[in-house]
């Protein structure tokens, strides 16, 4: 687990850190804000279209080879992001989401091999908490580098971290328990308690029900949850500090921290998330009350904050409401990751793959939709009622989801009712 969440940290870090130097690379490269939209949205283009493929090259390559490559690929693109002007940052921004677009996927294959199903949430969790230490981290981080090197050197500098764990994942892990030498037979059973595992890497996963999944009412409101949690996210990511230096009239360095402060309350959130879902299903056995129950009160209490930040003139008072309402959406992070394990049977990646690429369609279009958003008069405001409308969007999927049995079986069940 410590080496997933610091391979998401490293990523999130070096992914992120555009959206903090935007008015600063804007300035220095001449661009228009519809120009920086694209930047920051490219990446999400590659990034969501590869997560199917990415999911793949994990199965086929197994965990051990697969993540250190795409490190070390993420890793040379971040440094030579920083040669040339707009379109080398637009090639290098898409190739970035090539390259961590297996990252997930990946990731929960991992968790639903090495946890059983009452630890899953948690481990979910975790992992999503710690793509926001990375963006919270590389929030500070970046607004006191480009003050102090310079965009160039930032990204130069931040190439450097994820080779170093590269070299030690693949030194130190293993794709399954069993070949693990620290791993002993009582973890062995406790982890095999959890049920159907999936297939090892190398091995011949069977084939993907394709029509079943893209069919399934179950996916679509899986999906549907994760393109208005990936879009409301994004906003924090993207232009949430020019948002607080334009509307709020902060300094750079300071829409650095404000910027940081939803972001941790990310982090608490995940991992407060993923223990309240294992401990509803420990307690219940419930799915339903532990990931459709738990999401739908978070997502509730996460939009009337959003909302209410509009009402507040002050930044630290505004930002601090926002960081309230990121912790409600953060909670339902792992009951979102964790129901692609509950209802993926044989094809965990997979459906997790199709879920994220979703979500990152709606990571997307947010950073483009922006600019219009704002409209002639540059009303900050009307972009934060849709952001907060985003979870609203996304409780209704939550509301409409029957979390029972897999995709794939509610999908046969409406094909039969249909006939």
């Known amino acids: 687990m410590a080496g997933l969440c610091a391979a998401a940290a490293l990523s999130y870090v070096s992914r992120n850190a555009i959206a903090v130097a935007e008015s600063t690379v804007r300035?220095?490269?001449?661009?228009?804000?519809?120009?920086?939209?694209?930047?920051?949205?490219?990446?999400?283009?590659?990034?969501?279209?590869?997560?199917?493929?990415?999911?793949?090259?994990?199965?086929?390559?197994?965990?051990?080879?697969?993540?250190?490559?795409?490190?070390?690929?993420?890793?040379?693109?971040t440094g030579l992001t920083a040669v040339g002007g707009f379109f080398n940052l637009l090639a290098m921004r898409v190739m970035k989401g090539v390259s961590q677009a297996g990252l997930i996927p990946i990731c929960i294959g991992v968790v639903a091999k090495w946890f059983p199903k009452t630890g899953q949430a948690f481990a979910t969790g975790a992992l999503g908490s710690f793509m926001s230490v990375g963006g919270a981290v590389g929030a500070v981080l970046t607004?006191?580098?480009?003050?102090?090197?310079?965009?160039?050197?930032?990204?130069?500098?931040?190439?450097?971290?994820?080779?170093?764990?590269?070299?030690w994942f693949w030194g130190w892990f293993r794709n399954t328990p069993s070949e693990h030498p620290a791993v002993n037979t009582a973890e062995r059973e406790l982890i095999s308690s959890a049920g159907d595992l999936p297939s090892p890497a190398g091995a011949a996963a069977p084939p993907t029900p394709w029509l079943q999944l893209i069919t399934s009412p179950a996916m679509w409101c899986i999906c549907g949850q994760q393109f208005f949690r990936g879009a409301g996210y994004m906003f924090f990511t993207s232009w949430?500090?020019?948002?607080?230096?334009?509307?709020?009239?902060?300094?750079?360095?300071?829409?650095?921290?404000?910027?940081?402060?939803?972001?941790l309350a990310v982090v608490v959130g995940g991992l407060a998330g993923g223990a309240i879902s294992d401990a509803v299903l420990k307690r219940t056995g419930s799915r339903?009350?532990?990931?459709?129950?738990?999401?739908?009160?978070?997502?509730?209490?996460?939009a009337a904050l959003t909302l209410s930040a509009y009402f507040f003139a002050d930044p630290l008072t505004a930002v601090l409401i926002i960081s309230a309402g990121s912790f409600f959406a953060?909670?339902?992070g792992p009951c979102g990751y964790?129901?692609?394990?509950?209802?993926?049977?044989?094809?965990?990646?997979?459906?997790?793959s199709v879920m994220n690429m979703t979500g990152n369609f709606g990571a997307m279009l947010f950073p483009l939709a922006v600019p219009l958003l704002l409209g002639e008069d540059q009303n900050w405001n009307v972009v934060l009622v849709t952001f907060g409308a985003l979870y609203l969007g996304s409780a209704v999927c939550w509301l409409l989801l029957k979390p029972d049995g897999t995709v794939f079986e509610q999908a046969l069940v409406r094909a039969k009712s249909d006939s």
């Not at 519809?34 to 279209?49: K, N, P, T």
């Open 330 to 332: 953060a909670v339902v």
């Open 143 to 167: 607004g006191w580098l480009v003050v102090e090197i310079g965009w160039r050197w930032m990204f130069v500098l931040y190439s450097l971290p994820g080779l170093l764990w590269a070299a």
């Open 338 to 352: 964790t129901i692609t394990i509950d209802m993926g049977g044989a094809h965990v990646s997979t459906v997790n």
């Open 240 to 263: 949430f500090a020019t948002y607080l230096q334009e509307a709020r009239g902060v300094t750079i360095l300071k829409s650095g921290f404000l910027t940081m402060l939803p972001l």
């Open 27 to 77: 300035a220095d490269l001449e661009l228009t804000k519809e120009q920086s939209g694209w930047l920051m949205s490219a990446f999400f283009i590659s990034y969501a279209l590869c997560q199917i493929p990415g999911a793949w090259v994990g199965q086929r390559l197994g965990t051990r080879r697969a993540l250190p490559a795409f490190a070390i690929a993420w890793s040379i693109t």
């Open 288 to 302: 339903r009350l532990a990931r459709q129950g738990v999401s739908l009160v978070s997502l509730g209490l996460c």
